[in-house]
Nanobody
């Protein structure tokens, strides 16, 4: 199995940028489809973006398309989420996710491993 640890969350004003990191340990992250989900207060956890094992195929939720970029570094066993032009509605706990399946458009049910989450707060 794999353990996932997120970092990089914090507070930003609208329009700012943040980069989240997800460090994998145990099994190498390249064995998994990786992704990010988020959960805002009072809402269900939602899919943000997924990336396939070789980093070529990605799928973004419409709400973040053009603003967020996912990437993975196999040497560092780490997945990144670059977030630009942040909006208050991006405020949420962001979770790193790993799936043993092949689908890049992840759902909660397809995720085999979760990180503990990192808080992102965007003020207007």
């Amino acid at each position: 199995q794999v353990q996932l640890v997120e970092s990089g969350g914090g507070w930003k004003q609208a329009g700012g940028s943040l980069r989240l990191s997800c460090a994998a340990s145990g099994r190498t992250a390249s064995n998994y489809v990786m992704g990010w989900f988020r959960q805002a207060p009072g809402k269900e956890r939602e899919f943000v973006v997924g990336i396939n094992r070789n980093g070529i195929i990605t799928y973004y939720a419409d709400s973040v398309k053009g603003r967020f970029t996912i990437s993975r570094d196999s040497d560092k066993n780490t997945v990144y989420l670059e977030m630009k032009n942040l909006k208050p509605e991006d405020t949420a706990v962001y979770y790193c996710a790993a799936s043993t399946g092949i689908a890049v458009k992840l759902t909660n049910g397809l995720v085999d491993y979760w990180g503990q989450g990192t808080q992102v707060t965007v003020s207007s």
